[in-house]
């Protein structure tokens, strides 16, 4: 994706926590989107951070830096339907996806 | 409530031919979008619409064509395949482009389109 970083694949536990790292290009910015996409379908919304923080839904938080142009999505007490890519995706009418990582779960 | 839905949702081209991407919204969104996903790379825009009789490009927009009739209705086309246009085709629409809650993208199932 356009000037979006994020780790290729990452593997997990069930039961674990595991942290989404996501850098981007901070000249622009205006907002940050987490969507996850599982094998062969479309993505789907988790969260939004438009200002700095932590945004806790359940067993997703998604936490945005603006000033260092960082976000990390955490999930917890994972499952294996986790197992999906999960996206990280800047701005507002036009969206910037990065390439997504894929959240590998194991039992 | 059926959310965005695409047609069709697989489809193989010889080079050359030509055919049209259908994506339909039910929510009286303002905005619709059209994306293409290849492997190793983000979702690229293609085309997208503020509103209807509007279209505008995206990223990828050449080889590409788009209309807006009708608010529910947004189609893609390509006027001539070609091997490079092999890819999964993405349909999104959203409440509007202004921000927040309101951006949210609701994504099509997809379309896989192989051209040879």
């Known amino acids: 994706g356009q000037n979006i970083d994020q780790p290729t694949e990452m593997t997990a536990t069930e039961g674990a926590i595991v942290q989404i790292n996501c850098t981007y290009q901070t000249s622009g910015f205006n907002g940050l989107f987490w969507y996850q996409q599982h094998a062969g379908e479309a993505p789907t919304f988790l969260s939004y951070n438009v200002l700095d923080g932590l945004e806790e839904k359940g067993r997703f938080s998604s936490f945005l830096s603006r000033s260092k142009g960082y976000s990390y999505l955490l999930l917890k007490e994972l499952q294996m339907k986790d197992s999906a890519s999960y996206l990280c995706v800047r701005g507002f009418q036009k969206l910037v996806f990065g390439t997504g990582t894929r959240l590998l779960v194991s039992p | 409530n059926a959310g965005v839905t695409q047609t069709p949702k697989f489809r193989v081209l010889k080079t050359g031919q030509s055919m049209t991407l259908l994506c339909a919204q039910d929510?009286?969104?303002?905005?619709m979008y059209w994306y293409r996903q290849d492997p190793g790379m983000g979702l690229r825009l293609i085309h997208y619409?503020?509103?209807?009789?509007?279209?505008a490009k995206g990223e990828v927009p050449d080889g590409y064509n788009v209309s807006r009739l009708k608010k529910q209705n947004f189609l893609l086309g390509l006027e001539s395949a070609a091997p490079s246009q092999t890819s999964v085709y993405f349909c999104?629409?959203?409440?509007?482009?202004?921000?927040?809650?309101?951006?949210?993208?609701?994504f099509g199932a997809g379309t896989r389109l192989s051209v040879l």
């Open positions: 929510m009286n969104h303002e905005y």
């Open positions: 999104a629409s959203s409440y509007s482009g202004q921000g927040g809650a309101k951006n949210i993208q609701y």
């Open positions: 619409s503020v509103g209807e009789g509007t279209t």
